[in-house]
């Protein structure tokens, strides 16, 4: 017993740090953050020695699976290189919202005829026009002289609705004969019949609110800026969220780069162009030569060519815009392996991290796409190794005993879990992020394989946009994958179990057990994302606000482009089921009452306890639809998730597994 608590004497120490120290400090403090990741990577630093000295040097040359423990042993130093990164990065963080309050005072105190002159960019390629309109509507919206602004639609497809759609509106409709070069071709060609001072580049299916220039460009008063970035959020669910069950309750995969990984690039000045949302000055555009054409992620290469020129990328995290996540699992990997042959892409360019002039060592290593290159081959390693011992009996490493084990290695995962938990409290829960992982390896490590060894053979592909998901899908694939795997695992247990079919003897037989257990969980998890649940097209947002139905006051809880959900003292009678919708700052709107729930709320602003929820549906078509995309999508609502509610978050997988949520 005593040998057991001396070896969870680490563990205990890496608690007690956390609860003495970090969980007690401001995680907005730099010193903070520091000490923190510097102290996590001191117990790294301490299991790697302890894996080379003890468990890979006295492993026997003449032993069939000394090549495995070597290999496996390469895999923990690129896996530990990648962590060792992260912590540099997340040892600062910078919000630049009072830098923007204070710049924005001394930018904008000038005559109007002074401000510099805007153009927008909405690339555009295949896109329906209700995934168009609100990006379009928004741009014409924002807040800035309008004769210094300018609306570009570069349109791919050359399309006459499209263009006379545009004209109707006061934008400007832009093509070209060919597609060459794609999204960059595209907007190269937009800069040649553009004269802006500075170029916003919003995709398609992102709308910009109605401040983002009042937001960016006061950055530009510094000359060497010449790209300021914004975070990317969405108004829909994306295909994580969705296909778990865990819509309003678990935020979108991306939160955890934009919303705190991109804020600690940019203190260290490595942040990076993502494309939309962003807005750069012509003048750093045309000194690298317009967009590069050479990789299909032309943001990343945008802010390494400016980087070599001598330009920086600024990056502000408030929310300044609002798009369409992903809307399947086809567009979930069309997206992320673009992004993923992109990166990797930039290391055999000459402006690349590892040849580009001007770049500092430092930003050489941190722009290296050491991420998309390390995660996928850990995490596969991962699922694989307790597989091998199960059935073959090779160990993973030289054996010592389950106390040097639980002494070494436990310490280093507490200390990594306990470290994400509080610098990124309301974006990361290890066995979810660690299914999401293992869901995307079997798609993803092919495509990190192929982009190494042939990283221009893929051509430039549109994540689509519009699709919905309004019929359940299935990833066959992917699901294949898991399913064998975690009946490999479990049937490698099983035999083991038995007496006469067992063949693993020693101390690594518990850890094997327990590893393949945690291996199966996630497994599972993953498993759900396969299953894609009906989504319907249409996007509603949650508010509470003033309505008139009939003469019948109300509150409008929910409101689409489409359709409204008011709420209305129980008992309430319509003659028809036709009415009139009033909303503050609307012409009445003649809408469909197609259903009546009945529901107790715990709070009304009526004083009723009980309230009738009217379905209205309604079709808005010219000034007053555009009217109420600007007030829907321009920054007054939105649909994050601020906070995990654990509980929630359990309970909705557990019904997720037998086909079922509950409604949030």
Same mark, same amino acid.
């Given at each position: 017993?005593?040998?057991?608590?001396?070896?969870?004497?680490?563990?205990?120490?890496?608690?007690?740090?956390?609860?003495?120290?970090? *969980?007690?400090?401001?995680?907005?403090?730099?010193?903070?953050?520091?000490?923190?990741?510097?102290?996590?990577?001191?117990?790294?630093?301490?299991?790697?020695?302890?894996?080379?000295? &003890?468990?890979?040097?006295?492993?026997?040359?003449? &032993?069939?699976?000394?090549?495995?423990?070597?290999?496996?042993?390469?895999?923990?130093?690129?896996?530990?290189?990648?962590?060792?990164?992260?912590?540099?990065?997340?040892?600062?963080?910078?919000?630049?919202?009072?830098?923007?309050?204070?710049?924005?005072?001394?930018?904008?105190?000038?005559?109007?005829?002074?401000?510099?002159?805007?153009?927008?960019?909405?690339?555009?390629?295949?896109?329906?026009?209700?995934?168009?309109?609100?990006?379009?509507?928004?741009?014409?919206?924002?807040?800035?002289?309008?004769?210094?602004?300018?609306?570009?639609?570069?349109?791919?497809?050359?399309?006459?609705?499209?263009?006379?759609?545009?004209?109707?509106?006061?934008?400007?409709?832009?093509?070209?004969?060919?597609?060459?070069?794609?999204?960059?071709?595209?907007?190269?060609?937009?800069?040649?019949?553009?004269?802006?001072? $500075? +170029?916003?580049? *919003?995709?398609?299916?992102?709308?910009?609110?109605?401040?983002?220039?009042?937001?960016?460009? @006061?950055?530009?008063?510094?000359?060497?800026?010449?790209? +300021?970035?914004?975070?990317?959020?969405?108004?829909?669910?994306?295909?994580?969220?969705?296909?778990?069950?865990?819509?309003?309750?678990?935020?979108?995969?991306?939160?955890?780069? $934009?919303?705190?990984?991109?804020?600690?690039?940019?203190?260290?000045?490595?942040?990076?162009?993502?494309?939309?949302?962003?807005?750069?000055?012509?003048?750093?555009?045309?000194?690298?030569?317009? *967009?590069?054409?050479?990789?299909?992620?032309?943001?990343?290469?945008?802010?390494?060519?400016?980087?070599?020129?001598?330009?920086?990328?600024?990056?502000?995290?408030?929310?300044?815009?609002?798009?369409?996540?992903?809307?399947?699992?086809?567009?979930?990997?069309?997206?992320?392996?673009?992004?993923?042959?992109?990166?990797?892409? #930039?290391?055999?360019?000459?402006?690349?991290?590892?040849?580009?002039?001007?770049?500092?060592?430092?930003?050489?290593?941190?722009?290296? @796409?050491?991420?998309?290159?390390?995660?996928?081959?850990?995490?596969?390693?991962?699922?694989?190794?307790?597989?091998?011992?199960?059935? $073959?009996?090779?160990?993973?490493?030289?054996?010592?005993?389950?106390?040097?084990?639980?002494?070494?290695?436990?310490? +280093?995962?507490?200390?990594?879990?306990?470290?994400?938990?509080?610098?990124?409290?309301?974006?990361?829960?290890?066995?979810?992020?660690?299914?999401?992982?293992?869901?995307?390896?079997?798609?993803?490590?092919?495509?990190?394989?192929?982009?190494?060894?042939?990283?221009?053979?893929?051509? $430039?592909?549109?994540?689509?946009?519009?699709?919905?998901?309004?019929?359940?899908?299935?990833?066959?694939? #992917?699901?294949?994958?898991?399913?064998?795997?975690?009946?490999?695992?479990?049937?490698?247990?099983?035999?083991?179990?038995?007496?006469? #079919?067992?063949?693993?003897?020693?101390?690594?037989?518990?850890?094997?057990?327990?590893?393949?257990?945690?291996?199966?969980?996630?497994?599972?998890?993953?498993?759900?994302?396969?299953?894609?649940?009906?989504?319907?097209?249409?996007?509603?947002?949650?508010?509470?606000?003033?309505?008139?139905?009939?003469?019948?006051?109300?509150?409008?809880?929910?409101?689409?482009?489409?359709?409204?959900?008011?709420?209305?003292?129980?008992?309430?009678?319509?003659?028809?089921?036709?009415?009139?919708?009033?909303?503050?700052?609307?012409?009445?709107?003649?809408?469909?009452?197609?259903? +009546?729930?009945?529901?107790?709320?715990?709070?009304?602003?009526?004083?009723?306890?009980?309230?009738?929820?009217?379905?209205?549906?309604?079709?808005?078509?010219?000034? &007053?639809?555009?009217?109420?995309?600007?007030?829907?999508?321009?920054?007054?609502?939105?649909?994050?998730?601020?906070?995990?509610?654990?509980?929630?978050?359990?309970?909705?997988?557990?019904?997720?597994?037998?086909?079922?949520?509950?409604?949030?």
């Amino acid at each position: 017993m005593v040998q057991h608590l001396v070896a969870l004497a680490p563990t205990f120490l890496v608690l007690a740090f956390f609860f003495l120290g970090p *969980f007690n400090w401001s995680r907005s403090n730099t010193w903070a953050r520091a000490i923190t990741c510097a102290f996590v990577a001191a117990v790294a630093l301490r299991y790697m020695v302890w894996r080379f000295v &003890e468990t890979v040097l006295p492993f026997p040359n003449d &032993e069939p699976g000394l090549y495995w423990v070597w290999f496996l042993f390469i895999v923990e130093i690129l896996a530990v290189f990648e962590v060792v990164l992260f912590l540099i990065l997340m040892s600062r963080n910078v919000d630049r919202s009072a830098e923007a309050d204070r710049l924005a005072l001394t930018f904008f105190d000038r005559d109007v005829d002074e401000l510099p002159t805007v153009d927008i960019f909405i690339p555009t390629y295949n896109e329906p026009l209700d995934v168009l309109e609100r990006t379009i509507i928004g741009a014409l919206s924002l807040d800035y002289p309008a004769h210094k602004l300018k609306v570009f639609v570069l349109d791919d497809q050359r399309r006459d609705w499209l263009k006379a759609y545009c004209e109707a509106r006061g934008a400007i409709h832009v093509t070209r004969p060919d597609n060459t070069h794609a999204k960059a071709g595209n907007m190269n060609n937009g800069l040649k019949v553009s004269s802006g001072d $500075f +170029v916003a580049i *919003f995709d398609a299916d992102f709308v910009p609110y109605r401040h983002f220039l009042r937001r960016t460009l @006061p950055f530009f008063s510094d000359e060497s800026i010449g790209i +300021v970035q914004t975070p990317q959020h969405f108004f829909n669910t994306d295909p994580v969220q969705s296909n778990l069950g865990l819509e309003n309750i678990w935020p979108d995969e991306q939160r955890l780069f $934009f919303d705190e990984i991109a804020p600690s690039r940019d203190v260290w000045d490595v942040s990076f162009c993502c494309g939309s949302c962003s807005i750069a000055r012509r003048k750093a555009i045309e000194a690298i030569g317009g *967009f590069p054409t050479e990789s299909i992620t032309e943001d990343l290469l945008t802010t390494l060519a400016m980087l070599n020129k001598g330009y920086k990328t600024r990056y502000l995290n408030e929310r300044l815009s609002m798009g369409l996540a992903a809307e399947n699992l086809t567009g979930y990997f069309v997206q992320r392996e673009r992004w993923c042959q992109g990166g990797i892409q #930039t290391l055999y360019l000459p402006n690349g991290p590892l040849r580009g002039p001007g770049l500092s060592l430092f930003q050489r290593v941190m722009f290296l @796409p050491v991420s998309w290159l390390v995660q996928y081959l850990v995490r596969f390693s991962i699922l694989v190794v307790p597989i091998i011992y199960l059935w $073959f009996g090779v160990l993973p490493l030289y054996f010592t005993s389950a106390d040097d084990y639980v002494s070494h290695q436990v310490p +280093v995962l507490t200390a990594y879990f306990l470290l994400m938990l509080w610098i990124t409290p309301t974006r990361y829960l290890p066995l979810i992020s660690s299914a999401v992982g293992a869901f995307a390896t079997f798609r993803m490590l092919p495509t990190v394989i192929s982009s190494l060894v042939r990283p221009f053979d893929k051509p $430039f592909r549109v994540t689509p946009k519009g699709s919905g998901n309004e019929a359940g899908g299935f990833d066959r694939y #992917t699901f294949a994958w898991i399913a064998s795997l975690t009946t490999i695992t479990a049937l490698g247990l099983l035999i083991n179990v038995v007496p006469e #079919t067992s063949h693993i003897t020693g101390q690594f037989s518990p850890v094997a057990v327990f590893w393949s257990g945690i291996n199966i969980v996630v497994l599972a998890i993953a498993s759900l994302i396969c299953f894609e649940k009906p989504r319907r097209l249409f996007h509603a947002f949650k508010l509470d606000e003033p309505a008139n139905v009939d003469g019948v006051r109300g509150r409008v809880v929910s409101l689409a482009l489409d359709k409204a959900v008011v709420t209305v003292p129980a008992g309430t009678r319509f003659q028809s089921e036709t009415v009139t919708l009033s909303l503050d700052g609307f012409e009445p709107i003649r809408a469909e009452l197609r259903q +009546v729930t009945q529901r107790r709320r715990s709070i009304s602003r009526t004083g009723d306890k009980q309230s009738y929820f009217l379905h209205l549906h309604f079709d808005l078509a010219g000034q &007053e639809r555009d009217k109420l995309i600007v007030k829907l999508y321009t920054g007054r609502y939105s649909q994050d998730v601020p906070d995990i509610d654990k509980v929630a978050v359990s309970i909705n997988l557990f019904l997720r597994t037998f086909g079922r949520t509950r409604g949030l």
